[in-house]
């Protein structure tokens, strides 16, 4: 089952900045997506699936034999806020709530000055109406950010991604 990802084996250096889904898989991803099948569907259409961890890496080892190399989810982060910071880009942060987000964007502007930094706090709930998300997809798109970091927690988050990031 785990041949039919997108698993990401090389630098990030190696990532082309154009519009892609990526994701990442920790353990807790690897055991929902046994029981969650539009999550597993979510992470099979990502362009690229980082492994998120030591222990996804032994694991993956193990059951498939592929020797990947961790890529830790805060690693991408930094990674993409310098690359979009020397190009004086635009971020994005859709999820937290609006106190998380403030202290996001007064960091941000301290570490990464020459980036536009932008976000949008959705309600707290399992799920979001088609009215709530059309409203993230709204704000989003009016931005048209370099970089959109989704922070609503797996596999919410990944779900909402899949559904929407064609739009």
């Avoid at 709530?132 to 370099?146: G, K, T």
Wanted: proline share 5%; aromatic share 12%; charged share 25%.
């Amino acid at each position: 089952m785990l041949h039919e990802f997108n698993l990401f084996n090389g630098s990030l250096q190696e990532i082309n900045p154009s519009k892609k889904l990526i994701t990442t898989l920790n353990a807790h991803s690897f055991n929902t997506l046994h029981k969650d099948i539009y999550f597993r569907e979510a992470l099979k259409s990502s362009d690229m699936l980082l492994p998120d961890g030591i222990s996804i890496v032994w694991a993956l080892r193990l059951l498939i034999g592929e020797k990947l190399k961790k890529i830790a989810g805060a690693d991408l982060f930094r990674y993409e806020m310098d690359r979009i910071h020397s190009t004086k880009g635009k971020c994005f942060f859709l999820g937290s709530s609006e106190k998380t987000l403030n202290l996001i964007r007064e960091r941000a502007a301290k570490e990464y000055p020459y980036v536009e930094v932008y976000s949008y706090s959705p309600p707290y709930k399992p799920e979001f109406s088609d009215e709530e998300s059309q409203r993230m997809v709204d704000a989003v798109n009016e931005i048209e950010p370099d970089v959109l970091f989704i922070g609503m927690t797996a596999p919410k988050q990944e779900k909402w991604a899949f559904k929407y990031y064609p739009q």
